[in-house]
T-cell receptor, first 112, second 111 residues
Framework: DTAVSQTPKYLVTQMGNDKSIKCEQN?????MYWYKQDSKKFLKIMFS???????INETVPNRFSPKSPDKAHLNLHINSLELGDSAVYFC???????????FGSGTRLTVV | QKEVEQNSGPLSVPEGAIASLNCTYS??????FFWYRQYSGKSPELIMS????GDKEDGRFTAQLNKASQYVSLLIRDSQPSDSATYLC???????????FGSGTQLTVLP
């Protein structure tokens, strides 16, 4: 059983389109995150939810909107995609303070 | 100053040698420290966590923490070609709401 699963794994789309990435964890963790990893491997936090409540909302364009229907799911919707949005997006979850993350397999987004 | 800095690399070591990866952090209130390994095209995988000053050993891996110097390191003994990956240092700052990552060090172990 995959602990943190993300879909899709690859996403190729044209500029201006709207797309969603889904994430589900079966670890019973309360906190979930979205990170963006650029071509130089730097992981930058975007959002975090704790038990469906948004607790971190970093400076990202408002074209990005997270949604957490329950504590096991955290989705990311992106409107009006731009070339600069091309990156790998990782979902992660953790049990709580002091614990490391478990990452999903990532979604490689390519905007053409 | 970046919140978490790692030695820039890339780092190459011969098979069987010790690989040393270093990380410094800026938030003195940080309490939890992690090392992740990321193979090309894969997601980061947690390999070590450390919370107290000193050394923590797990197999061929040793994490070292010095809170006074705001420094954490990872030693890989008897390096193997399968250890070739990017190693990410992650720090939980005092706010504890998330982990902050360094930019990673790419390690290549040469057969």
């Amino acid at each position: 059983d995959t602990a943190v699963s993300q879909t899709p794994k690859y996403l190729v789309t044209q500029m201006g389109n709207d797309k969603s990435i889904k994430c589900e964890q079966n670890l019973g963790h309360d906190t979930m995150y979205w990170y963006k990893q650029d071509s130089k491997k730097f992981l930058k936090i975007m959002f975090s939810y704790n038990n469906k409540e948004l607790i971190i909302n970093e400076t990202v364009p408002n074209r990005f909107s997270p949604k957490s229907p329950d504590k096991a799911h955290l989705n990311l919707h992106i409107n009006s995609l731009e070339l600069g949005d091309s990156a790998v997006y990782f979902c992660a979850s953790r049990r709580g303070q002091g614990y490391g993350y478990t990452f999903g397999s990532g979604t490689r987004l390519t905007v053409v | 100053q970046k919140e978490v800095e790692q030695n820039s690399g890339p780092l190459s070591v011969p098979e069987g040698a010790i690989a040393s990866l270093n990380c410094t952090y800026s938030d003195r209130g940080s309490q939890s420290f992690f090392w992740y390994r990321q193979y090309s095209g894969k997601s980061p995988e947690l390999i070590m966590s450390i919370y107290s000053n000193g050394d923590k050993e797990d197999g061929r891996f040793t994490a070292q923490l010095n809170k006074a110097s705001q420094y954490v390191s990872l030693l890989i003994r008897d390096s193997q070609p399968s250890d070739s990956a990017t190693y990410l240092c992650a720090v939980e700052p005092g706010s504890a709401r998330q982990l902050t990552f360094g930019s990673g060090t790419q390690l290549t172990v040469l057969p």
